[in-house]
Every structure is written in structure tokens, then in C-alpha cells.
């Protein structure tokens, strides 16, 4: 997911680089990594060209890539908070659905397998 605002796509992705930022700038739907699949139209920022540029350069610092989690932390929740930011509103639920319940079944399965099946007080050696 990006957003477009002032004719610009922000997106959030992976970087291992500390020379490249978390952080992506694209002409609207020519990202080169995605492909396009729909625009949702939501209502226009009341914050000036120059306050989004201070918001970026804020998301740039919020949003390192090697802090992108394919899960928790993708550029869904990038969006989303970044909509919030503008004052536009949210991200469609059904947009990152499936990183909601990716992280639901991992964090289950994360503590399946960190609980023991037998008490270690029950334990006789």
C-alpha cells in the first residue's frame, strides 16, 4: 500500500542499508517492486505542502527499513498511520486483512511453542 499526496506515492518497505531509508518516494501506481491493483479515494489533507514535507521527513525518521516486519510492521501500517497523520482518515480494513491475521496465527503458534506441555515442577528425574 502507498499513499499519493501532492502527486507523490509514499510507501514502506525493507532496507538493510543505512543509506537507504525505510521510506520510498514513486510516481503514483509505478511502483517498481508492486504491482497496482486500486486507488481508494479518501478525503484531501488540510495540512500545507510544506507540513507534509515536515510529516515525511517524521515518517522517514519513524519508519527505518530495518524496521519493516512483513507482519506488524509492513507498509499497510505504514499507510494507515500516515493517513491518520494527514487528518484523511484510515486505511480500508480489508487492505492489510491478511497481515492482521498473519500476525493473530503467529503470535498463537509463538506461544505454542513456548509453552511446555508438562510443568517444570511436575518434572521427576
Not at 518497505?13 to 504491482?35: F, K, Q
Not at 512483513?70 to 486483512?97: I, T
Request: glycine residues 8%; negative net charge.
Amino acid at each position: 500500500a502507498g499513499v499519493e499526496v501532492n502527486g507523490l506515492e509514499w510507501s514502506f518497505g525493507m532496507s538493510l542499508s543505512d543509506s537507504v531509508p525505510g521510506v520510498a518516494c514513486t510516481i503514483p501506481r509505478e511502483h517498481p517492486d508492486h504491482r497496482y491493483r486500486q486507488t481508494v479515494k479518501l478525503r484531501s489533507t488540510k495540512l500545507s505542502a510544506e507540513e507534509v514535507a515536515e510529516l515525511i521527513s517524521q515518517l522517514i525518521e519513524d519508519y527505518p527499513g530495518d524496521d519493516y516486519d512483513l507482519l506488524r510492521r509492513n507498509c499497510c501500517h505504514f499507510a494507515d498511520d500516515f493517513l491518520k497523520r494527514l487528518g484523511v482518515g484510515r486505511l480500508p480494513g480489508w487492505v492489510y486483512r491478511l497481515a492482521r491475521v498473519g500476525a493473530l496465527v503467529d503470535s498463537t503458534l509463538q506461544r505454542v511453542a513456548n509453552r511446555s506441555l508438562i510443568a517444570s515442577d511436575d518434572l521427576v528425574f
